[in-house]
């Protein structure tokens, strides 16, 4: 089973300024990597998927990159519906797996 | 628009059994993979199980495997998990969810059906 880390668990980040997530699998997923966002309440949502292509209708500051095993999801200017979880999942084999998520709170 | 609606949780005891439903809309039903993801209180996600747009593969979460399955009708457009021999550690929203991309990530999510083991 590929394991998936992410960090931070938290990061604290004041509207307007840029969020870097970290997603590292214990082994190499390819581009086959996911990004999604959810917040309370509500069911995921599709970021990111391919590594690096925006799900439909997703806003363009948000962005993935990496290949392998090290993977990042970038938002270039925090709005105030960003803050929320995120998590990467695998889909090179199986099992699927989920990191455990970053939270994304206001500094 | 695409719409999955989660249903047949409920609170029950261990050892019992529930069959969870999610009835689709809005697409082709029978040509998307589908997959049941479920997240226990407070924790993060959790893949369960996967069936295939025509029902031929199927495949579980080393956690579930011998006690749930899963099936689809594609005539109801809707997909099942049938949960057997529940524990506490199964205590969780369910939720349904379409495969894109060959079937492996999500796209939609049902909104989610929480199953409560307890006795």
């Known amino acids: 089973e590929i394991v998936m880390t992410q960090s931070p668990a938290t990061l604290s980040v004041s509207p307007g300024e840029r969020a870097a997530l970290s997603c590292r699998a214990s082994q190499s997923v390819s581009n086959n990597l996911a990004w999604y966002q959810q917040k309370p309440g509500q069911p995921p949502r599709l970021l990111i998927y391919?590594?690096?292509t925006r799900a439909t209708g997703i806003p363009a500051r948000f962005s993935g990159s990496g290949s392998g095993t090290e993977f990042t999801l970038t938002i270039s200017s925090l709005q105030s519906e960003d803050f929320a979880v995120y998590y990467c999942?695998?889909?090179?084999?199986?099992?699927?797996?989920f990191g455990p998520g970053t939270k994304v709170d206001i500094k | 628009q695409v719409q999955l609606v989660d249903s047949g949780g409920g609170v029950v005891q261990p050892g019992t059994s529930l069959r969870l439903s999610c009835a689709a809309s809005?697409?082709?039903?029978?040509?998307?993979?589908m997959h049941w993801v479920r997240q226990a209180p407070g924790k993060g996600l959790e893949w369960v199980a996967f069936i295939s747009y025509d029902g031929t593969n199927k495949y579980f979460a080393d956690s579930v495997k011998g006690r749930f399955t899963i099936s689809r009708d594609n005539s109801e457009n809707t997909v099942y998990l049938q949960v057997n021999s529940l524990r506490a550690d199964d205590t969780a929203v369910y939720y349904c969810?379409?495969?894109?991309?060959?079937?492996?990530?999500?796209?939609?999510w049902g909104q989610g059906t929480l199953v409560t083991v307890s006795s």
């Open positions: 809005g697409f082709t039903f029978s040509g998307y993979a």
């Open positions: 391919g590594a690096s």
């Open positions: 969810a379409r495969g894109a991309g060959g079937g492996a990530y999500y796209d939609y």
């Open positions: 999942q695998h889909y090179n084999n199986w099992p699927l797996t």
